[in-house]
């Protein structure tokens, strides 16, 4: 792996880290309610972007920039459990369980729609 892949891999990650702090602020300002959606919002259209992202068979390189890179820092599976967590020890027990059947539920049907996207993007 060559010195300018580590370099972008650290510029796209720092760029989809931003994006992913932007993203949830501005969700959770527009929705003040006790259920995560901002960590939803961002999670499930990473979901759809990884989704897209590999329907497109990118080079090895490419994956690790975009994938690897943007949406691994983009996305965030530790703040989603933390939250989770957080929701039960308050006994919300219902949105806690809530937070993770919808985050599955939508975070599957994001990459599959993702990956259909991507393969009509190459089959035109």
């Known amino acids: 792996m060559t010195a300018a892949v580590w370099a972008g891999v650290a510029l796209v990650g720092g760029t989809g880290s931003v994006l992913r ?6 969700v959770a300002r527009r929705i003040a309610r006790a259920f995560p959606f901002g960590t939803l919002a961002v999670n499930v ?23 690897t890179g943007f949406v ?11 939250e989770t967590h957080r929701l039960g020890e308050e006994r919300q ?15 599957v049907a994001a990459a599959i729609l993702g990956e259909w996207v991507a393969q009509q993007f190459i089959s035109r």
């Open 21 to 26: 702090f932007l993203v949830d602020r501005a």
């Open 45 to 67: 259209s990473g979901a759809a972007v990884l989704g897209f992202l590999g329907g497109l068979a990118l080079s090895k390189d490419a994956a690790l920039l975009a994938g």
């Open 93 to 107: 027990t219902r949105t806690a369980l809530a937070n993770i059947v919808v985050s599955v539920a939508l975070g």
């Open 72 to 82: 691994g820092a983009y996305t965030t599976f530790s703040t989603w459990m933390l």
